[in-house]
């Protein structure tokens, strides 16, 4: 299957549901434009949106704290209050907690992750192309500037890994073993490494488990073990110092620095373990 044919399948996945009212232009008393408000369900999504739309037109906030998991976070009355209010809401498909606001009838944009990991250059880029359609089909008037500041942001991107790829490769640990939690699979594989051994969440670790996976990095002699803060950052720690290797947390959300600069924290914070004996 083809790049334009793969993009417009993933296109279709956009479930998009804008009502008049939501995605009008004007104020209902006068015809003075006003700032429109979106709420999105985290950080990922609301720095993508920030970032493609005109900041003098619309405000952008995200509802998931960037440190927060999804599957235990519990919605609060303001949260409620933020997107009853909002003009447009947007989340990924699949978190719950946005499914228990009572906004049924509002404007929603729902975004299909397609099993990638968005935190992961490539798989952001990708992203960002499908959020363009959304907002575009929602907000046409702002389509030409949205497609202009998608590009723009594309070469940001680019540039920024390119750069980061460049420093992991000088540190000589481009193609190293390591162990993982599966939800930085992705980011970790983009960073060069080698995952030998992976685990899910804190629950489903067990002994037995504990055991497989620290003979895995004896016999792999993986360097590093790498947790997911938002999933747990501890489930990894003792396997690293049964192993007698760093551990290191990553996140899977942009910090409020936003996401290049989190990118940056991430790969940072992997060098730095991968050098502590």
């Known amino acids: 299957m083809g790049i334009k044919k793969k993009f417009f399948f993933a296109i279709t996945s956009i479930v998009l549901v804008c009502i008049f009212f939501g995605c009008s232009n004007k104020s209902k008393e006068g015809n003075e434009p006003n700032i429109r408000g979106i709420v999105a369900s985290d950080t990922i999504l609301s720095g993508m949106i920030a970032s493609l739309l005109p900041r003098d037109r619309y405000s952008v906030e995200a509802i998931l704290p960037p440190g927060q998991c999804p599957g235990h976070y519990d919605v609060k009355l303001t949260d409620i209050e933020k997107m009853k209010k909002a003009a447009l809401n947007v989340s990924f498909r699949g978190m719950s907690f946005m499914d228990k606001t009572g906004t049924e009838g509002k404007a929603k944009l729902s975004v299909d992750a397609g099993g990638r990991n968005w935190m992961a250059p490539d798989s952001y880029i990708y992203g960002l192309g499908l959020l363009a359609d959304g907002l575009s089909k929602c907000f046409p008037e702002d389509k030409a500037e949205i497609i202009r500041r998608k590009e723009q942001l594309i070469i940001e991107v680019k540039t920024e890994a390119k750069s980061l790829l460049k420093k992991i490769r000088q540190t000589g640990i481009f193609g190293k073993t ?27 670790m067990s002994t037995r488990e504990f055991v497989r996976l620290s003979k895995i990095g004896r016999d792999q002699n993986a360097i590093i073990v790498v947790d997911n803060l938002q999933s747990g950052p501890d489930v990894g720690k003792g396997i690293a110092e049964t192993l007698g290797i760093s551990h290191v947390v990553l996140t899977n959300f942009p910090s409020e620095k936003g996401y290049l600069a989190t990118l940056g924290d991430n790969v940072n914070a992997v060098l730095t373990a991968t050098k502590r004996k």
Not at 188 to 194: A, I, P, R, T
């Open 178 to 204: 390591i162990i993982a939690s599966s939800m930085q699979k992705e980011p970790l594989e983009w960073m060069g490494f080698n995952i030998v051994g992976e685990y899910g969440r804190p629950e489903a």
